[in-house]
T-cell receptor, first 113, second 116 residues
Framework: AQSVTQPDIHITVSEGASLELRCNYSYGATPYLFWYVQSPGQGLQLLLKYFSGDTLVQGIKGFEAEFKRSQSSFNLRKPSVHWSDAAEYFCAVGARGTYKYIFGTGTRLKVLA | ETGVTQSPTHLIKTRGQQVTLRCSSQSGHNTVSWYQQALGQGPQFIFQYYREEENGRGNFPPRFSGLQFPNYSSELNVNALELDDSALYLC???????????????FGPGTRLTVL
């Protein structure tokens, strides 16, 4: 079955600390992978995406993610978190030839001043 | 470039009523998808429209229906509302790729529906 797992429901980090949000997927086809961010009461903003090529992808706001096929993972990282990064983060998977994204349940990030 | 817009922002209905939510696609996009996001959950795919026809559907009952117009705007209609329909409804627009499937989906701000 196709699925996306975000093992961490909540993560708290101090401002300036590094961040890694985990994402594991189960998907039969070669996946397209995405990270979106959602601020309270808002829609989803695309942070970055992976379709093919270099497995380390750079996104907006200083985020990056690494695709590891052998581990079926696409973890999101940021070297130094800012207070404005507090939000909910969603990992999603799709594929060429399909029309829908499958989302994880999200990780809520809290940033301590 | 105009982003994806949705209206209304919030909506309150009672059980059994019908509701229509609206979405305007991002400029240049020809495909629109609708997702339901219940509180504390990730978005769940409802359906997608391309060239005014349903192009794929998730696990939602027929009382969820949609329309896409020639200008690529879209409506989501829900009949016989149930309490569990309370959620944030997200619209996403994208381009249909040659060979099928869609490119990156860009989301609107959503409509918060509350069913009492």
């Amino acid at each position: 079955a196709q699925s996306v797992t975000q093992p961490d429901i909540h993560i708290t980090v101090s401002e300036g600390a590094s961040l890694e949000l985990r994402c594991n997927y189960s998907y039969g086809a070669t996946p397209y992978l995405f990270w979106y961010v959602q601020s309270p009461g808002q829609g989803l903003q695309l942070l970055l995406k992976y379709f093919s090529g270099d497995t380390l992808v750079q996104g907006i706001k200083g985020f990056e993610a690494e695709f590891k096929r052998s581990q079926s993972s696409f973890n999101l990282r940021k070297p130094s978190v800012h207070w404005s990064d507090a939000a909910e983060y969603f990992c999603a998977v799709g594929a060429r030839g399909t029309y829908k994204y499958i989302f994880g349940t999200g990780t809520r990030l809290k940033v301590l001043a | 470039e105009t982003g994806v817009t949705q209206s209304p922002t919030h909506l309150i209905k009672t059980r059994g009523q019908q509701v229509t939510l609206r979405c305007s696609s991002q400029s240049g996009h020809n495909t629109v998808s609708w997702y339901q996001q219940a509180l504390g959950q990730g978005p769940q795919f409802i359906f997608q429209y391309y060239r005014e026809e349903e192009n794929g559907r998730g696990n939602f009952p027929p009382r969820f229906s949609g329309l896409q117009f020639p200008n690529y705007s879209s409506e989501l209609n829900v009949n016989a509302l149930e309490l569990d329909d309370s959620a944030l409804y997200l619209c996403a627009s994208s381009l249909l790729l040659a060979g099928g499937g869609t490119d990156t989906q860009y989301f609107g701000p959503g409509t918060r529906l509350t069913v009492l």
